[in-house]
Structure formats: structure tokens, C-alpha cells
């Protein structure tokens, strides 16, 4: 139960190892997202609504490194019967630059059952290292640090998602094969994203044209199938995440955007 319940919140960051930068020393300018955007989700598992999950950006900008960053943070709580078996009260959260989109810092405080892992990572782009920081279970002080070499443009599991929202999808064509990069666990990540195409998604408010995707996985326990797991992008300037659904052995799970409030391009929404 504890590894499903750690999918619920991976899952709406699964394209966290997404779009290290496609042309190398240049940056796509970000027009999708601004300071003060709060997307709210609910998780089902079948019929039960088993989680919720929130993504914010902080409403000022930051300074990291002598460098103006939006300080974006994720949440997710289990819910009702599912906090009696596995109750999860997980933070993942990272310092953006708001220029390059590539991560300074990032950091996650998670709290799943009895487990426990808080840990910070610090992005050296000069010396191409990332330094983790790992803090006591309990107290949160410094246990440890070590470090580990990284490619220079690394993302971390939560800036990969919004520098994916500032790429730009007119010229793609369905079936086109994604790299993706990404540093987690102490570990660079070398994935693929298919680019599946465009599709209308029907939802409370109206059918919504979309970008659709697909992660190719390795062969696990958990998911069901040759690519189990499917994500919903608005088709606009926003490319807000608006539904991920994925099959497992033990059934299906889907998240599904509740509300889009303080949104870069358009009016706040509820579904």
C-alpha cells in the first residue's frame, strides 16, 4: 500500500524527468505560467476519491544565488479510509530561475506511513554537481552531505514539468519521441515521453483541446501494460496539467485538476 500511495503525488510529477534543454545553451522563454498560480487535484482510485494534491508558485519572486527564481511547491495528502492504512503528508518543492527554467534548489519533506526522508539538493551548474543535503527524519538539522556529478541542465522532479510547459508543440507531430533527463534519488534519469498527439478531453466545464503523452517505463510491479500511464496538457499558452491516468495490476488510478486559479494567460477555473 505504501508504494501505490508514493505513485499518487509521483504521478502528477512524472514528467518531472522530462525536457532537459533540447538546444543546449539556449532557453525558451517562458510564457505559460506566472507568480501566484495555484492548481488544485483530486486522486481516485476506481471510485474512491483517495488524495489530493496541490502545485503553487509563490505569489513573490525569490532570490537564489544572486538569481530572481520562482519557489514553486507541491503537495499531497491521502484522504479518508486510505489515511488509515497509509496516511501520506508529502512536500516536494524547487527554486526555478525565471529566466533559464533550470532548478537552483530543490527539496522535499515526505511522510508516508512510519517512512520518512527529508532531503535538500543544491544545483552547482559551474562545477556540474548536485550537492544533497540530507536532514534528520525528525528534526529536519543536517545529517550529511555528498555530492554527485550531473549534466550542467539538469531538471529536478518539479521543474521539469513547468520548464515543459514553456516548450512549444506547433511543429510536433504525433509519435515523436521525447529525451528525457532528470536528477532524483541521487541518480540521473535517462527516459523517453511520447508525444501522442492532440486530443479533446471532456470535462465539467466543456470539452478541452489537449497535448497528450505517454512515458515509456521499464518493466516493473506496479503498472499494467506497454505504456500504462497517459497525461492531459491544455492545449494553450498555460499547458496546465489537466488529467494523468495510469493502469495498474491492482487497478486504475486518475488525477484530475480540481481548479486552475491565479493562471498566466486566461481566467481562473473550476472543473
Request: hydrophobic residues 40%; without cysteine; glycine residues 6%.
Amino acid at each position: 500500500m505504501i508504494k501505490i500511495a508514493r505513485y499518487f503525488f509521483g504521478l502528477l510529477l512524472i514528467s518531472s524527468f522530462t525536457f532537459v534543454k533540447e538546444n543546449e545553451g539556449s532557453f525558451n522563454k517562458n510564457m505559460a505560467f506566472s507568480e501566484g498560480e495555484v492548481l488544485t487535484y483530486r486522486v481516485m482510485v476506481g471510485w474512491l476519491n483517495a488524495a489530493d494534491a496541490r502545485m503553487e508558485i509563490s505569489p513573490e519572486i525569490h532570490t537564489i544565488n544572486n538569481r530572481p527564481a520562482y519557489k514553486i511547491d507541491v503537495y499531497g495528502k491521502t484522504l479518508s479510509v486510505f489515511d488509515f492504512f497509509t496516511k501520506v503528508r508529502d512536500h516536494w518543492g524547487t527554486y526555478v530561475d525565471t529566466a533559464t527554467m533550470l532548478p537552483h534548489r530543490s527539496y522535499r519533506y515526505i511522510e508516508e506511513g512510519r517512512y520518512r526522508k527529508n532531503e535538500i539538493v543544491d544545483f552547482d551548474r559551474k562545477n556540474k554537481v548536485a550537492i544533497v543535503s540530507k536532514l534528520d527524519k525528525q528534526t529536519k538539522a543536517l545529517r550529511e552531505k555528498k555530492t554527485y556529478p550531473i549534466d550542467p541542465n539538469m531538471q529536478d522532479i518539479v521543474s521539469g514539468y513547468y520548464y515543459l510547459r514553456t516548450l512549444e508543440f506547433k511543429n510536433r507531430k504525433a509519435g515523436e519521441v521525447i529525451k528525457i533527463k532528470g536528477f532524483f534519488n541521487e541518480e540521473e534519469y535517462n527516459l523517453e515521453m511520447i508525444f501522442e498527439g492532440r486530443e479533446s478531453l471532456k470535462t465539467n466545464i466543456g470539452d478541452i483541446q489537449t497535448l497528450v503523452f505517454s512515458p515509456i517505463l521499464p518493466k516493473n510491479k506496479l503498472f499494467d501494460g506497454e505504456k500504462p500511464i497517459k497525461i492531459w496538457l491544455s492545449d494553450d499558452l498555460n499547458k496546465i496539467p489537466l488529467k494523468i491516468k495510469a493502469k495498474m495490476f491492482v487497478g486504475s488510478i486518475d488525477i484530475d485538476i480540481k481548479s486552475a486559479t491565479g493562471l498566466r494567460n486566461g481566467l481562473d477555473l473550476t472543473f
